[in-house]
């Protein structure tokens, strides 16, 4: 018999399972995907890498920084800039104190005002000085209501925050949760992003290494006894003494009956393509802050030319929400729009590798939905939750999530009482 079973082998179920692992639990990780990560993976099609969707890692998350060896990911850091495209006009804005190549833009660009250029450089000096897990403390409104309260301008929502924001928290309508905001902000102040040379996929990969892993073996229910607990799964039934559900939270309200794991969908939609020669050298990410589907482009293989194979270039475009639209159509949309920022002639040479429709990327976090948080406990006796359900849709909250789960088996104070974020 197992100590533990770990269900799902995303970034909680094996932060779970190295936490328990390291403080010398025998535990087993199953994962119903033929690979592990859940929603941080990668693959190589036609010799490109490609991601899952488009994300990126902040350095700075603490779980990160406490369970992944940041310094053998082949991390790349990412420009701390952005391009604003409208149309043919592009502008810079960033921080030219950690992107020095955007201090000319920013200073120049025609995307924010003086006053909201000042007002960026107020809120990162109120957002820079507390502890940052605070910041997901105090009132709670919509990331809209918060930069509004602060002076922002039109323009600056339209031109700045829903298009950066918006591919942060998959909605252009800032109507998520403002303390989320100033984490994710303070996160980006303390470390950036950044991407691993060989994928998102390479974070998933190190968390997994040494442990006891089945893949391609779905859980499928579960039964608590006095001092034990029984797995059904689609190999066969397993037996353990504390099991810990790491799934999507979908899963985990089917598995363990806790209506409050469900937390609904937020979707995001990407296309990936390949290019005989860029259409542009921009290293930064591209913001649409114009009419139209795309929410972000990044040509990938400008900051990590090992991306693509030789000869070959990558752009991935993010467009929010699964439009109602077959894959042609969508491309030609996509196309259609591309074309306004690099010429039909240009666009006609990019080749589609991939269209990517996730129908789970995040869960909606609008004001005050920390209050409505799933606890770790389950009815199930002997039954842990892990996964965002319990913390925060992302990397951070996942992580932190496993954490919690092992220290409470562990009887580990310290770990259990670590606040969200910390
Ligand atoms: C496109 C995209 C962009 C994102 N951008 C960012 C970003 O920039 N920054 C950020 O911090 N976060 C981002 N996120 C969110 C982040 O990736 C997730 O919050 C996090 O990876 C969730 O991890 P998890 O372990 O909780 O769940 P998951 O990754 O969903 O893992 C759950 C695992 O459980 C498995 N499973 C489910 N049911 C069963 C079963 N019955 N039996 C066995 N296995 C089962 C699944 O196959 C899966 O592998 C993004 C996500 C996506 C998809």
Do not use: C
Request: glycine residues 10%; without cysteine; hydrophobic residues 45%.
């Amino acid at each position: 018999m197992h100590d533990v079973l770990v269900i799902g082998a995303g970034l909680a179920g094996l932060t779970a399972a190295r936490a328990l692992t390291h403080a010398g639990q025998r535990v087993r990780v199953l994962e119903a995907a033929p690979q592990v990560g859940g929603r941080v993976h990668s693959r190589v099609v036609d010799g490109f890498t490609l991601d899952a969707g488009y994300q990126v890692l902040f350095p700075a998350y603490p779980a990160a920084q406490r369970w992944l060896k940041l310094d053998t990911l082949g991390l790349v850091p990412l420009p701390s800039a952005a391009v604003i495209r409208r149309g043919e006009r592009a502008d810079v804005v960033g921080s030219p104190f950690s992107d020095p190549g955007a201090l000319g833009g920013t200073l120049t660009t025609r995307a924010l005002g003086l006053g909201d250029k000042a007002r960026v450089a107020a809120l990162a000096l109120r957002l820079r000085s507390p502890a940052p897990w605070t910041l997901l403390r105090g009132p709670d409104e919509t990331t809209e209501a918060y930069l509004r309260r602060f002076g922002f301008s039109e323009a600056a929502l339209d031109h700045f925050f829903r298009p950066f924001f918006g591919g942060i928290f998959l909605r252009r309508e800032l109507d998520t949760s403002a303390r989320l905001f100033r984490y994710y902000f303070r996160m980006l102040l303390d470390g950036g992003a950044a991407l691993p040379a060989a994928g998102m996929g390479e974070v998933s990969r190190q968390l997994a290494q040494g442990l006891d892993l089945s893949l391609g073996v779905q859980a499928r229910r579960l039964t608590p006894h006095a001092a034990s607990v029984t797995v059904e799964t689609s190999a066969g039934d397993l037996e353990a003494r504390h099991v810990i559900v790491a799934t999507d939270p979908s899963s985990a309200a089917q598995l363990t009956g806790e209506a409050a794991a469900a937390r609904g969908h937020l979707s995001s939609t990407y296309l990936h393509y390949a290019a005989p020669a860029p259409l542009d050298r921009e290293r930064r990410l591209l913001l649409n802050a114009g009419p139209g589907l795309i929410q972000n482009a990044h040509w990938l293989s400008n900051v990590i030319p090992e991306r693509a194979p030789a000869g070959g270039h990558l752009l991935t475009v993010t467009v929010l929400d699964l439009p109602d639209l077959d894959d042609e159509a969508l491309d030609a949309r996509v196309r259609g729009e591309l074309a306004r920022w690099y010429g039909a002639a240009g666009v006609a040479t990019l080749r589609l590798l991939l269209t990517e429709r996730i129908r789970h990327a995040q869960y909606p976090q609008p004001p005050e939905y920390a209050s409505t948080l799933s606890g770790h406990a389950t009815r199930l006796p002997g039954v842990l939750l892990a996964g965002e359900a319990t913390s925060m849709s992302g990397i951070q909250g996942a992580m932190e999530s496993g954490e919690k789960a092992a220290a409470i088996i562990l009887g580990d104070p310290a770990g259990m009482s670590r606040p969200r974020g910390a």
